[in-house]
């Protein structure tokens, strides 16, 4: 978008001019050694997403409008309580988090409810909606109005200029992951995540680029998810991967903000601390990412360039968002005293 700083230009500005948010070199080679030493073990790649048994199993224009309704609907899953969370059960499963909407989105098609076809959620109404999101908690699923206007509109646009389908918007990129980048924030206004930050317009595009980086894991990088650059895609700025990152003390918080977050003062959207919370944290993967390259390329030389090259190239900052945010899950417990930014927006 003209006139906005894009996520690796934003992440990098908002580290140099952020007063409560900081990286400590340490905490980010440790980060980066042990996604260095996963990456040799041949099971860090982005086979990965696949093995989440709610994602698509499929390469297919389906798999890809799949991929496409989860993001328009991947913000604001947390609740006041970390205790009483919306739930799906799905296949005798609870689903809490990003997974509920999962859950809730392969429930609705083994109904027969379309809610990947554009044809059918651009017109949904909130009586469809309740029932697609239905909890089995006793907590609703946050922002449904908000969720059905993004629904309606992307749906919209889909039927209008792509003939209801994102694949086509995927074949109008021409295998570049920055033009469909640009083509969704162009077409889909509910993707604009931008704020302002030190006078300055920052483009974090969470959903936009998770989006995008689910194409390219869905498809394993072949077909429609076939990008020339997706290692220009930056890591996606929620309120989980910040909590790992300060886990593991790559990210630190000041006194000030930490005491803020945990009183579980909801922060607004655009609020300086969020956006130092989102842009230093999406800054300090960029630097991850680029530590795991040189051990990568180092072992190259020093195994004269034996290492598949293409290997060197997969550890990008997709990957390494994806491994620190299903240890996040996986490490709910032990990261549980590291609150997480609360935030009511529709971005993240
Ligand atoms: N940075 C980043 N944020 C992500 C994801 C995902 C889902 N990706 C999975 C699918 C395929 C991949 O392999 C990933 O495993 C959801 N979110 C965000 O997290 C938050 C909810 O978190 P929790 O309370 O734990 O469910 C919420 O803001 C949501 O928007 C990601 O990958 N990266």
Redesign the pocket.
Known sequence: MDGVLNPRDAGRFISENSKDVSIEDAGVQKVANMIYEKSKTGEFNMK??RN?EL?PQTMDEDAVNWVFVSAVL??S??SEKESDRYAVKYKDKIH????SLCAAMNRALDEALKITTASFYSTITMDQMKHIFRSDSDTKMPMLEERQMALVEAGGVLMKKYEGSFANVVKQSDKSAQSLLRLILEDFPSFRDVAEFGGKRVGLYKRAQ?LVG?VW?CCEGQGLGEFTDINTIT??A????PQALVYFGALKYSENLMDTLKKCQVLKSGDRLEVEIRGVSLWACELIRDSIAAKLSAETSKENGHQDKAEVAQVNAILV??YL??L??EMADEMSHIPFHRCRGIY?
């Open positions: 990965m997403w989440h994602n991947n913000f899953f947390w809490t988090g990003y997974w998770i689910d894991g890591m996606f929620d309120y989980r991967i968002d994806h945010w299903d996040r899950r993240y």
